[in-house]
């Protein structure tokens, strides 16, 4: 048994002609009602005329076009003139006149090719029309004509107004998906700078130390055992990366914890980096993104003091309010191989990611030069958005 909440959408799913066709077969079967003839649209003010043979082709003709009219509106088109048309030579005055003014809606709305041809066409054989109904010994005025056929373009124009917004909505859609897959790319990037760059970069630095260690085996095989669990660690955090990217995977994202701000620290130690790590406070279980976001904060800045102030004695300060995270990387510039680029916090792809990481909560995040060398990276991000 079909649930009656599923009715519209299955109308929905039906061609366009099934879901048209109701409208047409109505009014036809109208016009055919004793109450409605000699109701409909009158053009020459003729004496109406009883319903014949012909009168059911003028409406036949006039109703069930409209069945078509947004697949085919042209046809439509052209059918229900030629029933108008009949209608009125024939003074039936069917209520299946109104037929005519939803044809050229239709038309103006969902017509694609020759609008300005058939727009010409239809107002030419108008004039005719008027001749042939003058000739029949109709009453109708000059003026009442010209309404007539202003009231036509009006319908048009209709149609056309429909036509326009419609496209212009198509547009409005199509930018905002274009911006869509912008920033879904932007995000990408970012996750895979953050992931790998930081995991590379301690890996070649560990690789680079372990060629000073060849007459000290106990503390080299120590390095290379970190350069695998370094590797590992990549492997495992691009293979999370890559299931969040399938849409067919049920992976949840996850919100690094502070014991792994912990674990990042201890890797950047690994690769012979000094690291103090100071934890004030408790994350906040409504943190959500803004912890998430400080981890990053945190990964960045490490990456860069292995970069660019190897062997500097690098700070870590990670403060949990209640309505913000704090974040400090600093670091004092006096490392062996920190040498002219040693101070420089670095201003390409990571930088900019965590600026418009914290700029996205309503955060601030500044990245400085000290004086006398070395960085200060600080970001002060709200607690409480959604993950």
């Known amino acids: 048994m079909i649930d009656p909440r599923r009715i519209p959408d299955l109308w929905q799913r039906c061609d366009v002609t099934v879901r048209d066709s109701p409208f047409a077969l109505l009014l036809a079967a109208a016009s055919f009602l004793p109450a409605f003839q000699g109701t409909g649209t009158e053009v020459g003010e003729l004496p109406a005329r009883p319903f014949d043979a012909l009168a059911v082709v003028a409406v036949a003709l006039q109703c069930l076009p409209l069945a078509v009219r947004r697949r085919w509106p042209a046809v439509c088109l052209a059918l229900v003139s030629l029933g108008f048309v009949l ?5 039936y005055h ?3 006149g109104t037929a005519l003014p939803i044809a050229l809606i239709s038309a103006g709305a969902h017509l694609e090719h020759h609008r300005r041809g058939t727009a010409i066409l239809l107002s030419a054989a108008y004039a ?9 010994g109709a009453a109708e005025r000059p ?3 010209a309404l007539f056929y202003l009231a036509l373009v009006g ?4 149609g056309a107004w429909l036509r326009s917004t419609r496209a212009t909505e198509a547009e409005r859609r199509r930018h905002i998906a274009e911006a869509t897959r912008a920033a879904e790319r932007t995000r990408i990037a970012r996750e895979l700078h953050d992931v790998v760059t930081h995991h590379v970069t301690a890996m070649v630095v560990q690789a680079e130390a372990a060629r000073y260690l060849t007459a000290a085996p106990d503390r080299l095989d120590e390095t290379l055992n970190a350069v ?4 590992r660690r990549a492997i495992a955090d691009l293979r999370h990366l890559l299931d969040l990217l399938d849409p067919g995977h049920d992976a949840a994202v996850r919100t690094p914890s502070v014991g ?3 674990t990042l620290v201890e890797q950047t130690r690994q690769a012979g980096q000094p690291v103090e790590f100071t934890q004030e406070g408790r994350p906040a279980e409504s943190a959500g993104s803004a912890e998430f976001v400080a981890h990053r904060v945190v990964q960045e800045s490490l990456t860069n003091a292995l970069k660019y102030a190897y062997g500097s004695r690098t700070a870590v300060l990670v403060r ?4 913000e995270i704090l974040v400090e990387v600093s670091t004092d510039g006096s490392g062996s191989r920190a040498g002219s680029s040693g101070s420089s916090v670095g201003s390409g792809r990571g930088l900019a990611g965590l600026r418009a990481r914290v700029g996205t909560l309503g955060g601030e995040f500044s990245a400085d030069r000290h004086a006398g060398g070395g960085f200060l990276v600080r970001a002060r991000i709200p607690a409480g958005s959604p993950s």
């Open 94 to 96: 069917a209520l299946a």
């Open 87 to 91: 209608d009125q030579l024939r003074a």
């Open 228 to 231: 695998t669990g370094t590797g």
């Open 143 to 145: 003026e009442g004509y």
């Open 260 to 262: 792994e701000l912990r």
């Open 128 to 136: 005719p029309l008027v001749v042939a109904l003058d000739r029949l």
């Open 320 to 323: 949990y309010g209640e309505k």
């Open 155 to 158: 319908a048009w124009g209709i």
